[in-house]
């Protein structure tokens, strides 16, 4: 059951914001190989303000998470692409719809 979440958000520099929607893309490529990463979502808010959602079963899920591929990449890449450090929150998931459920 899903019970965890990480809400990211990331304001995109000015002219940086094709770079960010490709590494955004290339992230959801990469939650493929965390297994303990349910769903993985980003999206584009405004023209330059992103956003990523995440859920997990676990606590451990989502520290993998923080300390994974995707989260390093995410640091390594925030001074060139970000006008700002990436705001990323915790959150408890409360309900959820499934296709199906």
């Given at each position: 059951m899903i019970k965890y979440a990480l809400l990211a958000t990331l304001k995109a520099?000015?002219?940086?914001?094709?770079?960010?929607?490709?590494?955004?893309?290339?992230?959801?490529?990469?939650?493929?190989?965390?297994?303990?990463?349910?769903?993985?979502?980003?999206f584009k808010l405004s023209t330059d303000t992103f956003c990523i959602f995440d859920t997990f079963e676990d606590e451990s899920g989502r520290e993998?998470?923080?300390?994974?591929?995707?989260?390093k990449a995410l640091m390594?890449?925030?001074?060139?692409?970000?006008s700002v450090d990436p705001d990323i929150k915790k959150a408890d998931v409360l309900a959820v719809k499934n296709q199906g459920d």
């Open positions: 520099k000015p002219g940086k914001e094709k770079e960010v929607e490709a590494f955004l893309k290339s992230g959801g490529e990469m939650a493929i190989d965390e297994p303990k990463t349910i769903t993985w979502y980003a993998a998470h923080l300390t994974g591929e995707i989260a390594a890449k925030a001074p060139d692409l970000f």
